[in-house]
C-alpha cells in the first residue's frame, strides 16, 4: 500500500484483491486476505497466525512451529551469555537434527547455521569454543556449499588466532573437514585458497606451540589437495600460472616444517601428508624440495623414530620422483643399514624389499645391497633377521639366475647351516637360517673400545699369539658363548660393528637425552619388538636345566625361582646375604635355594620393605644412591655458577642421577648435565632453560623415569614440561584462592602413576593425577596453626608434614587421608625446612628460622630426639635474624649436610662428633670449630665450639693464604648429592648462585 490507496482501501475505495491475486500460492493469498482485512475480528494477532497457521494451508514447513519455540527460549535472561547460548544449542542439536529430517529441512539448517555465528565471536571458554567448532563441522554437511564458503569459513577461521593453543589446532582440524564437504565452488570463490584461506593458516606453522605446528603438519597435504581440485573444477584461463602460485604459497610452510626445530612435526609431516604434497608438487619440485629436505633427517642422530619415518616414507616418495633417485638414495640406504638404532636398521630393509618389489632398484644395486645385507641373516635381532629374509628373497626372483649363484649365494656360505639352492623361496631361505650370533657377545663387540682390534686378530691368518690387550677380551667372548662359528659370524658383521660402535661412541653426550620428546606418547612395544624383547615366531628350544619363567605374570604372582647351585657357590651366597642391600627384606618373601646336599635354606629378604618402592623401581634409595658411608665434602669448590636472577628454591636430581635441574623465583629451570660436574671436564652453562616469566616456580619434581618435570608456579599453574625441548606437554590450575600461593610439591606414587602432591601457604594438601583433569584428593590443615611454610612426603609414602609459620608441624597419614599428629616447637619459630630421616621411618628432620639449630623429631610421639646447634648453648639461646636452617641433606644414618642464613656449609656425624666440620663458611665464620655431645631435658645435643689452639695454629697460614672465600654470599636455599664419575654436593642460594663442591 501507499498511504493514499491505504487511505482509500479503509473508506472501501480501493480494493488489492488484483494485485494479491497475482500470488500463486492460494494459502498465502488466503492468509494476506486475513491479515489485512478491515474487520478486526476477522484478524487474528501474529501468536494466533503461527499457531493456527493450519487453517490456512501448508505455508510454513511443519518443523516450523519447534524452531519458533526453540529460538523464542534464547530471549529469556537466562541466556545473558554467548557461552550459554553456544551451550544449549550444542546439548540439543541431536534433537534439532532430528526434527528438521524433510526435504524443505535446509533452510533451518541455515537458520540455526545463523544463531550458532551469532554467538562466535563472544565465546570466552575453551571447551565452548570447541563445541562451537563442532557444530560448524555438523553442519557443514547440512547445508548448500555456498553457505558452508560464505558463512562457516570465516568464522572458523576466526579460531585461527585464538589465544589457546588447543583451539587453534581444533581449527586446524574443523576447517579440513568443513571443507571435505564442499564439493564444487562458484567461479567468484575460486581463489578462495590463495587469497583467503592460506594466509591465515600459513602462519600456524611457526607457532608457538608445538602442538599447533604437528597438527598443520598433519593437514597442511589435505589443504594442498583441496586447493588443487577446486582450482582444477574452475579452470581460469591462466591456469599454469595460477598452480605455480598455488605451489609457491604451499612451499613455503613445508620448508618452515622440513628445516624447523621439531621434530616431531618433520615426523607427522612424513607419516601423514608427504605422498599428497608429492602429488600437489609435482614430480620435478618433489625430488628438488621434498626429497633434498628429507635427506637431512638422518642426521639427526638423538631421534630415531626420525629416521626410521625417513625410511618408511622414501619409498613413495622414490616411487614418485621416479628411478633417477636412486643415486641420492643408495648413500641414503647404506647408511641406514649401519645406524645404531636396530629399529632403524629393520625399517631400512623393509623400504630395500619395497623399493625392489616396484622395481626401482637397478640389478646392479640391487646385488650390491643384496650382499650387504646378507649378514644381517646371523644378527640376534628377530625383526632384523627376518626382514633380511624378505629382501634376499625378493633380490633374488628379480636378479638372473648366474648373479644369484654368482653373487648371492656366495655371501650366505658362512650365515647358513644347511645349503641352499632356491633363496628367492622364504620358508626354505629360513628353514636354512643358522643360530644367530649371541646377543651378549654382539652387545659386548659394540661397547668395547678394542673392537677394531679383536676383528682384526680374528681375521688374521696368524692367532697362534693373541696381543696382551685382547687376549683377555677374547677369554671374556668365549665365556659369553664365542667358538669357531660365532667368530665367523662376528667377521660377516664386521662393517656394522665397527661403524655402530662409532656411531655410538659419538653420540654418547647426547645419549642422556635420547628419546625425550615432548608432547608425544610412543608406543614402546613396537621399539620391543624391534630390540628382540619379544617372543620370537619360531620357539626355540629349552635349554636344558633352565626352568622358564610363566608369560607375563602379575606383579602380584611373581614368585621366586629355584636355584640349583654347587656348594661352591654357598660362600658366595652367604656373603650376598650379608650385602646391605638384602638388609631390608619383607619376611613375607623368601628365596629357596636347593645346596647339592639336598638341604634347603631360606634366604629371608630378596625383596625391599616397600615392596611397591622396588618393584616400580622409583623414589627408593636405588635410584637416589646414598654416598658411601666414609665419604664427606672436603669443602673443594669445583665451579661457581650464576645464570638465575632471583633466588634458587629448589635442587632437584633425576632419578638415574643424569640429569639435575634448579628452579627459581625468575620463573626460570636450568637443566644440567651432572655428566659434567667433573673438575677436568667443566662446562659453565646448563643444558636447557625453561621460562615462565613473572611466575616464580615454587615447586618442580622429575618422573616418568626423569623424561619430564612437573612444575608449579606461585600462582598455582601446574605443567608437564619434557626435559629435551623443555615445551609444555600439559597445563593445568589449580583451584586455588587469589590470596593462596603454591609453598611447595613433590611426586607421588610409582610405576605408571602420575600423581603429584602439592601444598599452598594455606594449609592446602592437594593430590593431582596428571593423567586426568581432576584431583585425587585434598586435605584441609587448621587455619589456626599458620600459614603453611615447609612440606615433606615420607619415602615409602605413607605419610606427609607440613611446617607452619608459628611452629606447629603436623603429619598426615596419605593411605586414610587423616591427620596423625600434631606437635609445636618449643621457640614457636617458623618452619624453614622438613626432611624425612634416613636413620628413621618415624621420624622427620626440621630446620626452624631464627635459630640455627637442626633438630630430629619423632612423629610419633610428637618428642624431639637430637639437636645439632652451630655453637655453643648460649649462643643458641638467643635469636637473630641471620640465623636459620635453610637446607637439610640426609646423607646416610649417621650423617647430613645443612646449610643456612649464616651462609655456611657444615657436615654432622651423628656417630662420632669428631667427624663433624665447616665444609664452607664465610671469613667471619671460624672453620677451625670442635664439636661436643651432650645431653639436654634428655635430648642429645651435639653443638660446635671455637678451638683457640687451631686458630693460633693457622694464623701464618691465613696471612700466607689471602684468597676469596669461596663459600655462598647469600642465604643457602637447599642442598643436594650427586653422584656420576665421583660424588658431588650441589648447593644454591638466594642470589641465584649453584655451587658444586668435592
Not at 616456580?697 to 619430564?708: N, S
Not at 587421608?817 to 617458623?830: A, D, G, Q, Y
Not at 651432650?934 to 689471602?962: F, P, Q
Request: charged fraction near 20%; glycine fraction near 4%; include cysteine.
Amino acid at each position: 500500500f501507499t498511504l493514499h490507496q491505504l487511505i482509500s482501501y479503509r473508506n472501501g475505495e480501493y480494493s488489492p484483491d488484483k494485485t494479491i491475486e497475482i500470488i500463486e500460492n492460494k494459502d498465502v493469498v488466503k492468509l494476506i486476505k486475513s491479515m489485512i482485512a478491515l474487520d478486526p475480528e476477522e484478524r487474528y494477532s501474529a501468536t494466533s497466525y503461527v499457531k493456527d497457521m493450519h487453517d490456512f494451508g501448508p505455508i510454513f514447513p511443519s518443523y516450523f512451529p519447534f524452531l519458533y519455540d526453540f529460538l523464542k527460549m534464547f530471549c529469556s535472561p537466562i541466556f545473558n551469555s554467548s557461552d550459554k547460548k553456544m551451550t544449549f544449542i550444542y546439548q540439543n542439536f541431536p534433537t534439532l537434527k532430528s526434527k528438521l529430517r524433510y526435504i524443505d529441512a535446509e533452510n533451518g539448517h541455515i537458520v540455526i547455521l545463523s544463531l550458532v555465528t551469532s554467538c562466535v565471536r563472544g565465546l570466552q571458554k575453551n571447551s565452548v569454543k570447541v563445541k562451537s567448532l563442532q557444530l560448524l563441522e555438523s553442519l557443514s554437511q547440512l547445508v548448500p556449499d555456498e553457505i558452508v564458503v560464505d558463512r562457516i569459513v570465516p568464522n572458523v577461521l576466526f579460531f585461527s588466532t585464538d589465544t589457546s593453543p588447543s583451539i587453534r589446532a581444533n581449527c586446524i582440524v574443523i576447517l579440513a573437514n568443513c571443507l571435505r564437504n564442499v564439493s564444487s565452488l562458484p567461479t567468484t570463490d575460486a581463489n578462495i585458497f590463495p587469497e583467503y584461506i592460506f594466509p591465515f593458516i600459513n602462519k600456524l606453522s611457526t607457532d608457538s606451540e608445538r602442538l599447533v605446528q604437528r597438527v598443520f603438519a598433519e593437514y597442511i597435504g589435505t589443504y594442498a589437495e583441496y586447493a588443487l581440485s577446486f582450482l582444477e573444477s574452475n579452470p581460469p584461463a591462466s591456469f599454469d600460472a595460477e598452480v605455480q602460485a598455488l605451489h609457491s604459497i604451499v612451499q613455503i610452510p613445508v620448508v618452515q616444517l622440513l628445516t624447523g626445530e621439531d621434530n616431531v612435526a618433520r615426523r607427522v609431516l612424513l607419516e601423514k601428508c608427504i605422498t599428497s604434497l608429492c602429488v600437489f608438487f609435482g614430480q620435478q619440485k618433489a625430488n628438488d624440495l621434498i626429497l633434498s629436505h628429507m635427506i637431512t633427517f638422518l642426521n639427526y642422530k638423538n631421534d630415531w623414530r626420525l629416521r626410521a619415518a625417513f625410511f618408511d616414507c622414501v619409498v613413495g616418495v622414490a616411487a614418485f620422483v621416479g628411478w633417477h633417485s636412486l643415486n641420492m638414495l643408495k648413500p641414503l640406504l647404506e647408511q641406514g643399514l649401519t645406524d645404531v638404532e636396530e629399529f632403524v636398521i629393520s625399517k631400512t630393509i623393509s623400504a630395500l624389499i619395497a623399493l625392489s618389489e616396484l622395481g626401482l632398484l637397478e640389478e646392479n644395486l640391487l646385488k650390491e645391497l643384496a650382499v650387504e645385507t646378507s649378514p644381517f641373516l646371523c644378527h640376534p635381532n628377530l625383526w632384523i633377521r627376518y626382514r633380511a629374509v624378505g629382501f634376499i628373497s625378493a633380490a633374488c626372483s628379480k636378479l638372473h639366475v648366474a648373479d644369484v649363484y654368482c653373487k648371492i649365494l656366495p655371501s650366505l656360505h658362512d650365515i647358513l647351516a644347511i645349503p641352499i639352492r632356491n633363496p628367492d623361496n622364504q620358508r626354505a631361505l629360513i628353514q636354512a637360517l643358522a643360530d644367530p650370533l649371541p646377543r651378549s657377545v654382539l652387545e659386548f663387540l659394540i661397547g668395547s673400545p678394542l673392537n677394531d682390534k679383536i676383528i682384526m686378530f680374528l681375521a688374521s691368518n696368524n692367532r697362534s699369539q693373541p696381543p696382551p690387550e685382547v687376549k683377555s677380551l677374547l677369554e671374556k667372548l668365549k665365556n659369553l658363548g664365542m667358538g669357531e662359528k660365532e667368530e665367523k659370524q662376528v667377521l660377516k658383521l664386521k662393517e656394522y660393528i665397527l661403524k655402530v660402535a662409532l656411531g655410538k661412541r659419538s653420540t654418547h653426550e647426547d645419549d642422556l637425552f635420547e628419546d625425550i620428546v615432548d608432547g608425544t606418547v610412543v608406543i614402546e612395544e613396537e621399539r620391543m619388538k624391534c630390540l628382540n624383547y619379544l617372543e620370537p615366531i619360531i620357539d626355540s628350544p629349552p635349554t636344558p636345566g633352565v626352568k622358564t619363567a610363566p608369560k607375563s605374570p602379575r606383579v602380584s604372582e611373581v614368585k621366586a625361582p629355584e636355584l640349583n647351585i654347587t656348594s661352591a657357590n654357598e660362600d658366595l651366597l652367604v656373603e650376598i646375604s650379608k650385602d646391605p642391600l638384602f638388609q631390608d627384606i619383607d619376611q613375607s618373601m623368601n628365596l629357596t635355594i636347593l645346596t647339592e646336599s639336598g638341604k634347603s635354606q631360606q634366604l629371608e629378604g630378596l625383596l625391599v620393605r616397600k615392596q611397591a618402592e622396588f618393584l616400580h623401581q622409583t623414589r627408593t634409595e636405588r635410584q637416589f644412591p646414598l654416598p658411601n658411608k666414609a665419604w664427606e665434602p672436603k669443602g673443594t669448590l669445583v665451579c661457581h655458577i650464576k645464570e638465575h636472577k632471583a633466588a634458587i628454591n629448589h635442587v632437584k636430581v633425576a632419578p638415574r642421577h643424569s640429569i639435575l635441574a634448579t628452579s627459581s623465583d625468575d620463573g626460570c629451570i636450568k637443566i644440567w648435565n651432572t655428566r659434567k660436574f667433573d673438575s677436568r671436564n667443566i662446562v659453565n652453562n646448563s643444558r636447557h632453560t625453561y621460562s615462565r616469566p613473572g611466575q616464580p616456580i615454587k615447586g618442580i619434581a622429575f618422573y616418568d623415569t626423569g623424561d619430564k618435570i612437573a612444575v608449579a608456579t606461585r600462582n598455582g599453574s601446574l605443567h608437564e614440561v619434557g626435559v629435551k625441548e623443555l615445551k609444555v606437554c600439559a597445563a593445568r590450575t589449580l583451584a586455588i584462592q587469589q590470596d593462596d600461593v603454591v609453598v611447595d610439591m613433590d611426586t607421588l606414587g610409582t610405576g605408571n602413576e602420575q600423581n603429584l602432591v602439592v601444598c599452598t601457604n594455606d594449609g592446602k594438601i592437594i593430590g593431582v593425577d596428571l593423567r586426568s583433569p581432576s584431583r585425587i584428593f585434598k586435605l584441609s590443615n587448621k587455619p589456626q596453626l599458620g600459614g603453611v611454610s615447609a612440606m615433606c612426603i615420607d619415602k615409602s609414602e605413607h605419610w606427609i608434614c607440613l611446617g607452619t609459620r608459628h611452629g606447629w608441624i603436623t603429619c598426615w597419614d596419605l593411605r586414610f587421608h587423616l591427620p596423625i599428629t600434631t606437635w609445636r616447637h618449643e621457640t614457636n619459630s617458623c618452619i624453614l625446612t622438613l626432611k624425612p630421616c634416613v636413620s628413621s621411618m618415624s621420624s622427620v628432620c626440621v630446620g626452624i628460622q631464627g635459630y640455627n639449630e637442626m633438630s630430629v623429631w619423632n612423629i610419633e610421639s610428637g618428642s624431639k630426639e637430637r639437636s645439632l646447634w652451630y655453637g655453643p648453648p648460649d649462643s643458641y639461646m638467643t635469636s637473630t635474624i641471620t640465623s636459620g636452617v635453610h637446607a637439610i641433606l640426609p646423607l646416610s644414618p649417621d650423617t647430613l649436610v645443612t646449610g643456612g642464613a649464616d651462609h655456611s656449609l657444615r657436615f654432622w656425624n651423628t656417630r662420632r662428633e669428631t667427624g663433624c666440620s665447616v665444609v664452607s663458611a664465610p671469613p667471619e665464620i671460624s672453620s677451625n670449630q670442635t664439636y661436643r655431645r651432650k645431653y639436654e631435658k634428655e635430648v642429645e645435643v651435639i653443638y660446635a665450639e671455637e678451638d683457640n689452639s687451631l686458630i693460633l695454629n693457622s694464623t701464618t697460614e691465613n696471612k700466607e693464604l689471602d684468597r676469596p672465600s669461596p663459600a655462598h654470599h647469600h642465604v643457602i636455599t637447599d642442598a643436594k648429592f650427586v653422584k656420576t664419575t665421583q660424588p658431588f654436593l650441589v648447593t644454591g642460594d638466594m642470589g641465584g648462585v649453584m655451587k658444586i663442591w668435592k
